[in-house]
């Protein structure tokens, strides 16, 4: 799975190794409780939310800047729930070229992922497929200047009892 450097916003394309949550069952209203959460999930995946951050600071939703063509891949496959034990106990990592640029774990996101759950169903109804992308460890290059990514760089993820996912970076086609 590529990911492009867009020619229309080369300059500030950044990455963030994230747990993502796929949706089970159609719900709800999910109460913000492990099990609960945990009975609407089908599984767990590693998502790559590819930030194109000088346009995220001219908007305040985030929507455009993490929605260029071929940003936020996911995979390789999906972890059921059984296979994973406590989501809340994973490590998250994130190489750019091979240097640890991420190394955080899931009990440490600002909002845990029943939270999250249980927040997004009170405002609207969770389809079954739908991945949520559930934050990211510190680490992230909008925060270190010259660690942008670049066209020849590869990004790999790795989350524990799930895999890793590879993302080779490369310009646009024009």
């Not at 750019?96 to 249980?118: C, K, P, W």
């Not at 109804?125 to 739908?130: A, P, Q, S, W």
Request: proline residues 6%; glycine residues 10%; hydrophobic residues 40%.
């Amino acid at each position: 799975m590529l990911v492009w450097i867009p020619a229309i916003a080369p300059d500030e394309i950044d990455y963030e190794g994230e747990l993502g949550l796929v949706i089970g069952k159609r719900c709800r209203n999910v109460p913000n409780k492990k099990n609960a959460v945990l009975d609407v999930t089908a599984g767990f995946t590693i998502v790559n939310d590819v930030s194109v951050r000088d346009w995220q600071a001219l908007e305040p939703g985030m929507v455009v800047s993490k929605s260029f063509d071929t940003h936020g891949p996911i995979g390789p496959w999906i972890v059921t729930t059984d296979e994973i034990g406590d989501p809340l106990d994973l490590r998250v990592r994130t190489y750019v070229i091979g240097d640890l640029r991420q190394d955080g774990h899931t009990a440490d996101m600002l909002f845990n992922l029943y939270e999250q759950v249980s927040y997004l169903s009170s405002a609207f109804t969770l389809e079954v497929g739908d991945v949520l992308s559930t934050g990211t460890p510190s680490g992230i290059a909008w925060h270190r200047p010259g660690m942008y990514l670049k066209a020849g760089d590869t990004v790999r993820i790795e989350i524990d009892r799930i895999g890793n996912l590879e993302n080779p970076v490369v310009d646009e086609p024009r």
